[in-house]
């Protein structure tokens, strides 16, 4: 079987240059093959950025070298390499792209109201060939946001050749509220903050002088990928002055037939669907022991370096019951923790997409 053919956009951004990095040491990902990317910032730059020691990720594990002005290779395999912003500029018929991961935010939702579907900035890709765009980012005139482990099933090759993959906090929510869903909870209102790490929207010393609020579309966002979800949820964001590793802090309102859940058996159905092959190793738990009887502290350097969307740190976990119960069911106020490396993370789960969506979806008949 030949290779699928990846092309990456945005190339030397944060999130550009982990999802290269994904294609060239996942071992799952074999037979998908990056032939050429694209950025405006430049070869020179692209490659300066791939062979530095990153201030949170170190020293990646790959050689990387300049072959020429429009080619660089990568663990000796060589790539073309574009710096254009007009994409009719690029040979895509040529390369025979299967799949462009966007990377770059720049061909997602026009910046417009009451933007529609076919206003996509990704849909420009397809009029030169490209089969199918993820973009890595959220989109709500995407044909389909999606999070793999907890609705890549519902893909649609007929229908879905523009596919948004969220936002790192939207994946950070959206699997763990999926595992009570699967359990049978009728969830009735989520609640949430993100404590996130500085994003490139802050100006430097907004971002190191002070705990900055911040909207967050990640709330709404859920309900696109656990349409049950839709206009049951609402959040904020805090940004604060960390280089990486964020955690959302998630407040449920939800019903049950069981009358005794309590925060044990919660971490309990956490416990079994990191293990669960359903959510594909989408959801994790960060666990310390005790240390003399106390609680361990948890921190961003407990998530860093997780690969993980989601990561349930069981010690915070909270139940308490309320007083009405609907149809019979039983209340329950559930809070929990979600960690996130919010780099790494979002770089890996869209190249699990594209292995999905290119060899594991089941075909269109």
Known sequence: MEPKRIFINGASGRIGTGVTHEFFSNPLLRGLEVVAMNDSKGIDYTTGVYNENDSVHGLYNWAIRKIGDKELSINSKPIRFYKETDLSKIPFEDLGIDVVMECSGFYGDPKKDNPKPEDNGGREFLKYGVKRVIETYPAKTADISMIFGCNSQLYDPAKHRIISNASCTTKSIAGPLKVLLDNGFDIDDVRMVTVHAATGSQQVLESIGQIVLHSTGAAKATGL???????????????????????????????????????????????????????????????????????????????????????????????????????????????????????????????LLAKYILQDAPKSK
């Open 225 to 351: 990928v656990l349409p049950v979800l839709k206009g049951k949820m609402g959040g904020t964001s805090a940004r604060v002055p960390t280089l990486d590793g964020s955690i959302s802090y998630v407040s449920v309102v939800a019903y049950s037939c069981n009358p005794n859940f309590n925060a044990d058996e919660i971490n309990n159905l956490y416990s079994k669907a990191s293990m669960n092959p359903i959510y594909e190793q989408r959801i994790g738990l960060i666990q310390k022991e005790k240390v003399n009887g106390k609680e361990p502290k948890i921190g961003t350097n407990d998530i860093i370096g997780r690969r993980e969307n989601a990561l349930i740190v069981p010690s915070e976990t909270q139940v308490g019951r309320l007083r009405a119960s609907a149809n019979g069911m039983s209340g329950y106020h559930i809070w929990f923790v979600s960690g996130y490396d919010n780099e790494l993370g979002s770089a890996v789960d869209p190249c």
